[in-house]
């Protein structure tokens, strides 16, 4: 089964900290992305990358950066946290034929309160 | 934007079949329909995803009306364990998902 990890299921942080969410993937997907889940607003994409050192904006990366240098992993950085970035994070992976679209895989969800 | 309208949620009697419903009038062509859902606290889950014909797999039936403006996603034999929120969301492949909210299915016992 293909499986993807995220580094921590809660996460509590600070305003000003910088935050490192990491992601894992075990099925060699060349595709993967973040999202962003709140209530009543669905997931939104902050970025992606379709390989390694590549990413692309999706909706809403404005606040975040990421890192891709390893296929398998892709980070989300969050430079300076700030109480509206409080949320889900979710990571998910895909095959290169999919792209935005198809079957995605998901990770469990990092849960990140900034206070 | 999400371009389908889904009930904000539903029951469903364990054992009996769930029936979501969702519209998507303003389908084009080569967009296709996926659904996923998702269990609490977990990330979401792909179930299926079709074109134009019924599409069936051993989680679930999707159901696309001949004008593609509808479609329906049928969980046979609901168990307690599909609680989730399920999501139908249109889109050509290589373009961007948006998931929308999605139906709120609770499965009684």
């Known amino acids: 089964d293909v499986k993807v990890t995220q580094s921590s299921r809660y996460l509590v942080k600070r305003t000003g900290e910088k935050v490192f969410l990491e992601c894992v993937q075990d099925m060699d997907h060349e595709n993967m992305f973040w999202y962003r889940q709140d209530p009543g607003l669905g997931l939104r994409l902050i970025y992606f990358s379709y390989d390694v050192k590549m990413k692309e904006k999706g909706d809403i990366p404005e606040g975040y950066s990421v890192s891709r240098e390893k296929k398998e992993r892709f980070s989300l950085i969050l430079e300076s946290a700030s109480t509206n970035q409080t949320s889900m994070y979710l990571c998910?992976?895909?095959?290169?034929?999919?792209?935005?679209?198809?079957?995605?895989?998901f990770g469990p969800g990092t849960r990140l309160t900034v206070t | 934007d999400a371009k389908t309208t889904q009930p904000t949620s539903m029951d469903c009697a364990e054992g009996r079949a769930a029936n979501l419903p969702c519209n998507h009038s303003t389908i084009s062509g080569n967009e296709y329909v996926y659904w996923y859902r998702q269990i609490h606290s977990q990330g979401p889950q792909y179930i299926i995803h079709?074109?134009?014909n019924n599409e069936t797999n051993e989680m679930a039936s999707l159901i696309i009306t001949e004008d593609r403006k509808s479609s329906t996603l049928i969980l046979p034999h609901a168990t307690l364990r599909d609680t989730a929120v399920y999501y139908c969301?249109?889109?050509?492949?290589?373009?961007?998902?948006?998931f929308g909210t999605g139906t709120s299915l609770t499965v009684i016992p």
């Open positions: 998910a992976s895909s095959r290169a034929e999919v792209l935005l679209s198809g079957e995605q895989y």
């Open positions: 969301i249109v889109a050509i492949t290589g373009n961007q998902f948006y």
């Open positions: 079709g074109l134009k």
